[in-house]
């Protein structure tokens, strides 16, 4: 088993900058790859970044190079280091966790990231 836990996230404006966190404790080979997903209101969940088990990292073409994904802490951390942050990107975001991607089994509780225009 794996538990995540998330922390970060916060209220904004528009154009500035937030880090979410997410702390893996368990068996690293259940968080081989790892990765920050979100939901908005009333939208579906959308992978937002990830780093998969070869270190290969991926970006949502809305991400446009305002986000910055990493590692550390010998794999049981990841932080999603936000800027540039716009109204749209108002949602909940979640750690997510398993062997490889996108086949994630562990899911953190999700913070919110607010952005006011």
């Known amino acids: 088993q794996v538990q995540l836990v998330e922390s970060g996230g916060g209220l904004v404006q528009a154009g500035g900058s937030l880090r979410v966190s997410c702390v893996a404790d368990g068996s690293i080979y259940y968080f081989n790859a790892m990765a920050w997903y979100r939901r908005a209101p009333g939208k579906q969940r959308e992978l937002v970044a990830a780093?998969?088990?070869?270190?290969?990292?991926i970006y949502a073409d809305f991400v446009q190079g305002r986000f910055t994904i990493t590692r550390e802490n010998r794999q049981t951390t990841i932080r999603l280091q936000m800027n540039s942050l716009k109204p749209d990107d108002t949602a909940v975001y979640y750690c997510?966790?398993?062997?490889?991607?996108?086949?994630?089994?562990?899911w953190g509780q999700g913070t919110q990231v607010t952005v006011a225009s």
């Open positions: 780093i998969t088990a070869a270190g290969n990292i």
């Open positions: 997510a966790a398993g062997v490889k991607h996108p086949e994630y089994t562990f």
